[in-house]
């Protein structure tokens, strides 16, 4: 895949998904240092069944997932798993009036790279997200190292800040994330 | 497990998961992260990977397991850090080794916060470190009940 304009978009993963990468160049990138998204807001309020749907999945027998009535009194209701939070806050991948899911802040940042892979996460929860809880995101891009050559390819490593809040504005956690943003070896 | 109870030190027990594909399509269908390497081996493996594999949350779900696992019901984790060295992918094992490094009280806050600082690994069946994780939870003190 060759150089593009910056800020022109391709689908970044297959044609079938509207999340979107963003291409241009290093310099394009670094413009985008400090940029902050307005909240996104989760579409429904956490629920229950989300909640044990991935206790399932990991298979965690916590309580504070499974027994309301213990989860009520220890913590005023059915608990989300700290690890969904991500998740609670992604769009579907398809919405019934055609607009595209609006992709995580480091998948806009405009680089070369056509492939992205995670490489860190460090999250810090304030207070339990609850069943029943409204959630919103708001993300920024806290830096954007140079080009850097690893097994998998050369690229750029993007950290972001995400700090969610719950419907009351409260701050429930706050999570610095870096991805790696590369061409795979072999692509050049 | 109180947080008097705690030995700084202490192993945590190994856990061992073993990941089939439907775990691993069920993380795409729980996460909503449909990236399809999450979910179509074909794409997995045109990006150089042998197959589908688990995204980040299952990895820090799976570290909040053995967390809280070793913390009890009324502990919770409140800082996760994990580094992503390698992938674990549908067919493996999940393999978790911890031990406790650390216990604290912070008094920065309103009420008095018991945490303990634990250290987990996650290696694939291979032993090759794949998730390396340092977490944080917040435990009973010395009183019954919740820690909040």
């Known amino acids: ?188 | 497990m109180t947080w008097d109870e705690v030995v700084v030190s202490a192993p945590l027990p190994e856990v061992v998961d073993q990941i089939s594909y439907e775990r691993v399509v069920m993380n795409t269908g729980t996460t909503w992260d449909y990236v399809p390497w999450h979910y179509n081996p074909q794409y997995a493996k045109d990006h150089g990977h042998p197959t589908i594999f688990v995204n980040t949350m299952h990895l820090a779900g799976f570290v909040d397991r053995i967390a809280t696992g070793f913390g009890g019901p009324y502990s919770r984790v409140v800082r996760r850090k994990v580094s992503l060295l390698g992938s674990i992918y549908a067919g493996d094992s999940m393999v978790a080794r911890g031990h406790v490094v650390g216990k604290r009280v912070d008094t920065a806050a309103d009420a008095r916060r018991y945490l303990v600082d634990l250290e987990v690994s996650i290696f694939n069946q291979r032993d090759e470190l794949c998730c390396p994780a340092t977490v944080t939870i917040e435990i009973t003190g010395e009183s019954a009940g919740p820690s909040r």
């Open chain 1, 1 to 188: 895949m060759g150089p593009r304009a910056a800020g022109e978009r391709v689908a970044g993963v297959t044609a079938d998904l509207s999340y979107e990468f963003a291409f241009g160049t290093y310099e394009d990138a670094l413009r985008m240092v400090g940029t902050r998204t307005e909240p996104r807001f989760a579409g429904t309020a956490v629920s229950g069944a989300r909640i044990q749907h991935f206790a399932s999945m990991v298979r965690d027998p916590n309580p504070a997932y499974w027994d309301r009535e213990f989860a009520m009194s220890a913590w005023g209701g059915l608990v989300a798993p700290p690890a969904l939070l991500v998740g609670l806050l992604m769009p579907p991948p398809w919405v019934p009036d055609g607009e595209p899911p609006i992709a995580s802040i480091a998948v806009r940042v405009p680089l070369p790279g056509t492939a992205i892979i995670n490489a860190s996460n460090d999250a810090e929860y304030l207070m339990p997200v609850l069943e029943g809880d409204m959630l919103s995101v708001v993300e920024e891009v806290v830096s954007v190292s140079p080009e850097k050559k690893t097994r998998l390819g050369a690229g750029h490593f993007i950290e972001t800040l995400e700090t969610y809040h719950r419907g009351d504005g409260a701050v429930v956690a706050m999570c610095t994330n870096t991805l790696f943003r590369f061409t795979p070896a072999g692509d050049r």
